[in-house]
């Protein structure tokens, strides 16, 4: 089985490093990592290159035109999505693989802790995703930086997903048209990444007021 990962990217000079070299320091090694330059216009992508990496111009500007491309273009079996300011723990590929080897599952997530704020944001996650078991009656959905789906649940879904950022959470909408199709999520909470809580840092209002109500509108769209 083998992974390709995603890493959409606009303007990510100050973070991207940590997040590329945590994905080349794993204890198994991504397949082909992909980063999607989705017209940056600072030092992101010559930092990208210092890597073993490919990377793709998106023109269309978004995280759902970036992300797409990138899961268009990968080679391989599994698709890894992760952000640009993460950080990945060593096991992260390693955990995907045993996941998707042991069960038939079509897509896998987990839950995050923030790295640059004080908040014990793992059990936010993990009570975020029971939260929203609940409200899509006992299926699961996915956490943007964290997720991995099959090459096969993506072509069943590709030609259905919304492609308005305004309008949906793109990975709770992805979620919503896997559950659709009949697949299964596996949320594993050993999967456990270190993410940046700079836009709750930076506009906490924006956060609180902005995302509840883009919630309302996913489902809404549903």
């Not at 998707?100 to 995703?129: R, V």
Request: charged share 30%.
């Amino acid at each position: 089985m083998k992974v390709s990962v995603i890493i959409p990217a606009y303007n990510e000079e100050t973070r991207i490093n940590n997040c590329l070299q945590s994905l080349i320091s794993q204890i198994e090694k991504a397949d082909e990592i992909i980063v999607i330059d989705n017209n940056c216009s600072d030092k992101t992508v010559q930092i990208a290159k210092n890597f073993p990496v490919r990377i793709v111009k998106e023109k269309k500007q978004g995280m759902i035109n970036a992300r797409n491309r990138g899961f268009d273009e990968a080679k391989y079996d599994i698709l890894a999505r992760t952000d640009a300011d993460t950080i990945l723990p060593s096991d992260w590929i390693k955990k995907i693989k045993e996941n998707f080897e042991k069960e038939k599952i079509d897509a896998l997530t987990g839950p995050a802790i923030f790295y640059d704020i004080t908040m014990n944001s793992k059990y936010i996650f993990i009570l975020y995703h029971h939260f929203m078991k609940l409200i899509q009656k006992g299926k699961e959905t996915l956490s943007g930086p964290n997720m991995a789906i099959s090459k096969e649940i993506w072509k069943k879904v590709r030609n259905d997903i919304c492609l308005d950022d305004k309008k949906v959470h793109e990975d709770i909408d992805l979620a919503i048209h896997i559950n659709k199709a009949g697949g299964i999520i596996k949320r594993d909470d050993e999967l456990l990444i270190k993410a940046s809580g700079r836009r709750l840092k930076s506009n906490p209002a924006s956060f609180y007021i902005e995302y509840p109500l883009r919630l309302l509108k996913t489902f809404s769209n549903h």
